[in-house]
Structures are given as C-alpha cells and as structure tokens.
C-alpha cells in the first residue's frame, strides 16, 4: 500500500468519527488558579482535574521546583542508566518506597510507559494477563504489546477473573487491575482479587494511579486501605500527576522487581529521564500529601456533600466512593451537549463519550478537589438541577 493511502485512511476515519459526534477536540486553558480556569476569554469553574489534593499550585511544591531548577537547570540530559539520574529522582524514589511500605520505586517519565514497561519485563508469550474490563487502556496495551494472552473479566468479577485464571493452569499468570476506576471511580475488590491470585499462584499488579494520596493511612493508596502489602500485592504502579499534582509516574514492589524493570523495562531505559526539578517538587508534594491530612478530610466531606445533594435532586451518580463521581447520561450527544449547557453557566466538566467508554454509557465525569469550597459543590448542583428541569431534558 502507498504510504499516502495511510494518510487518506486516516482522515476517513477522522470524519466517521466526526460525523459520529465522537471527535475529541483540544481546549486551550490559557490560565489556572486553582480549580478556576481561564480559556477562551471566559473564567470557569473546573470540576474536571484529578488534582484531587489541590496540590498542583501548593506554594511549597512550587517553591521545591523553582530551588532545583535553579541548581540544576531544566533537563535531566540523559537516560536514568547513562547521566540522567539526578539526587532528586533517587531522594523521591525512596520516599515513595517508604509511604508505600516497599522495598524500591522506580520512576518513569508517565503512567503510560510506566505499565507499558512493567508488563513487558514481566509478561512473555504463552503467560496469561488477566485484567478487569474496565482496566485503563496503558494496562492493556502493555499486554498486547508483550505478547501475552490478555484474558478479560467482567467489571470487578472476582469469580470472573477466578475462572479466567484456572482456564491457563498451566501458564505463568499476572492478573492486573486499576485500584480506583478512572471513569467509573469504584475501588477495585483488591482483598478479594489477592485472595484469588494467592490460591491460584498469579501475580497481581495494581495500577492506583487514582488511589495513591486520597486513600488509605496517610493517603498510602488503595492497597493500603485494603489492609494489603508487598507480599499480597508484588506490583504497584501510581503516578504523580494526579493527587500529588506533578507529572511523572513510579513502579513500587521488591529489590527483584525494580532490579529487573532496570534491565529489562524499554520505556524507562530508552528515554530521558524527568527533569530534577519536578522530581524535587513531587518529593515535595509526597510530604504535603502525608502531612496536610485535612486535605484528605475536606475532599471525603465535600464528596459526601455532593452525593447527598445528588440524591436529593434524583441525580442518578454513579455508585462512587472516591473523588470521580460519574454521572451517567447514556447518550453521547446527551452528555456533550449537557456539558455545553454547564459551561454556559461557568463550569468546566468533562463528557466522557465512546470509545473512552462503552456505547451507551456516555457520561459527565465530575472530578472533585480539595480545592473547592462547600459553595462551588452547591452550585454545580443548582446548574444540574436547572438543566434537569428544562424541558426535553434526560
């Protein structure tokens, strides 16, 4: 096939999806002040954001970046494994071991090439991955690519993923599962899934890009919440872009599985390492994080503040308990035009729409932040309760 023909292919995908009403679009947000966002001349309320902490803007975190980009200028230079690994990257890997009781962290640049490596050092073919159908995409494509069976079970099915288990008896297992769901916002059955993995001798991997700093004893993460370890769960991977308000990702678990991502992982070895200066910001959001527990507290009370009221207006949410509260609407042209009527009224939110997730279950997914205030909750629900009230709607 020519190469152009690649490109026409392309654009005619492009369009169906366009013609669809599925085209994903980039917004410009020329300016963020907390959970206040500025973008096209219009100053709006932003219930979208995973800085579930509110941290992103914290003044100590900002203060960390700006000391070592001071000392060590903007880039790391390098690879991890030639120059690029910096005192920052290794003072922030060991205080991510110790919050969440491992023996080592490794850092990877994003969540993505962090799942994407892990799996790929772990899995080979002829082993058996077995994931939630709900997984985040990363830990999906990370078995395809390392050319295992990917064998998937109903959302949270323990006997599910059970069953899938047994099919491979004979094949090394890893079964691999988001800690909190990152379009639905439920927790994963991880005391119940470790059960199963013992009795069946898999691997089990938690993805809890979404748990880590809101969950769990001093915001350690789903795991932890789940009264689980290292032992019952060898592979933990999180990231520092959402509750901790950075960028950048980690792999957590023994001295044998980082010594063997650092030989083995292509995402991590083959790319320049994260700048020193963020490292040192999201060492400093660590401390934040596990310090400042009111943020913990204030987030779990306005989550129950906007629930109650949710309920109160015969808001269907769906049944979550962390800082995503989904608001399922069904149709995709429903959700982006509902979310089109909420920016009129000066608020941020996202329509979730297919592919993303499943045809039918279009949705708004509301983010919330320790950020807001009581105030910013009540009027998100007015705004709801408007829109629910005008004729036609769904």
């Given at each position: 096939m020519p190469r152009s023909e690649l490109l026409h292919r392309l654009a005619a995908e492009t369009a169906r999806r366009e013609r669809?009403?599925?085209?994903?679009?980039?917004?410009?947000?020329?300016?963020?002040?907390?959970?206040?966002?500025?973008?096209?001349?219009?100053?709006?309320?932003?219930?979208?954001?995973?800085?579930?902490?509110?941290?992103?803007?914290?003044?100590?975190?900002?203060?960390?970046?700006?000391?070592?980009?001071?000392?060590?200028?903007?880039?790391?230079?390098?690879?991890?494994?030639?120059?690029g690994h910096r005192r920052e990257h290794a003072m922030l890997e060991e205080a991510l071991a110790e919050w969440t009781g491992r023996e080592h962290a490794l850092l990877f640049s994003t969540g993505y090439m962090a799942?994407?490596?892990?799996?790929?050092?772990?899995?080979?073919?002829?082993?058996?991955?077995?994931?939630?159908?709900?997984?985040?995409?990363?830990?999906?494509?990370?078995?395809?690519?390392?050319?295992?069976?990917?064998?998937?079970?109903?959302?949270?099915?323990?006997?599910?993923?059970?069953?899938?288990?047994?099919?491979?008896?004979?094949?090394?297992?890893?079964?691999?599962?988001?800690?909190v769901f990152s379009m639905d916002g439920d927790v994963a059955p991880l005391r119940e899934l470790a059960a199963v993995c013992t009795r069946e001798g898999a691997t089990l991997m938690v993805d809890d890009a979404h748990g880590l700093g809101v969950l769990g004893d001093d915001g350690a993460g789903s795991i932890r919440a789940a009264g689980l370890g290292q032992r019952e769960v060898p592979v933990l991977m999180a990231t520092l872009g959402k509750a901790l308000g950075?960028?950048?990702?980690?792999?957590?678990?023994?001295?044998?599985?980082?010594?063997?991502?650092?030989?083995?992982?292509?995402?991590?070895?083959?790319?320049?390492?994260m700048p020193p200066a963020l490292a040192a910001a999201a060492l400093a959001a660590v401390t934040a994080a596990r310090e400042e527990s009111w943020r913990r507290e204030k987030l779990a009370a306005l989550i129950a503040r906007f629930r109650a009221g949710a309920a109160e207006l015969g808001l269907a949410l769906m049944p979550s308990p962390s800082a995503i509260q989904?608001?399922?609407?069904?149709?995709a042209q429903v959700a982006l035009d509902t979310a089109q009527a909420l920016e009129q009224r000066g608020f941020l939110v996202g329509a979730i729409r297919p592919p993303t997730v499943p045809k039918g279950q279009a949705r708004l997914r509301i983010t919330l932040s320790a950020a807001h205030e009581e105030a910013d909750i009540d009027h998100l629900l007015q705004a709801l309760n408007e829109l629910r009230r005008m004729p036609g709607a769904g």
């Open positions: 669809a009403g599925l085209l994903r679009r980039l917004r410009v947000v020329e300016h963020g002040d907390g959970p206040w966002l500025e973008t096209g001349g219009r100053r709006l309320l932003g219930f979208c954001s995973n800085d579930y902490l509110g941290l992103a803007q914290h003044p100590q975190v900002i203060a960390a970046l700006k000391r070592a980009a001071d000392d060590e200028g903007v880039g790391s230079t390098s690879a991890h494994l030639i120059c799942n994407l490596g892990t799996l790929q050092a772990l899995l080979q073919r002829g082993d058996t991955c077995v994931q939630d159908k709900l997984n985040h995409a990363c830990l999906i494509d990370g078995a395809q690519l390392a050319g295992a069976e990917l064998k998937r079970y109903p959302h949270a099915d323990v006997a599910g993923a059970s069953r899938q288990l047994q099919s491979r008896p004979d094949s090394a297992a890893l079964l691999a599962t988001d800690g950075c960028s950048g990702a980690f792999v957590a678990g023994s001295a044998a599985l980082i010594d063997g991502l650092l030989q083995f992982a292509r995402p991590y070895i083959y790319t320049t390492a989904p608001l399922q609407l069904g149709d």
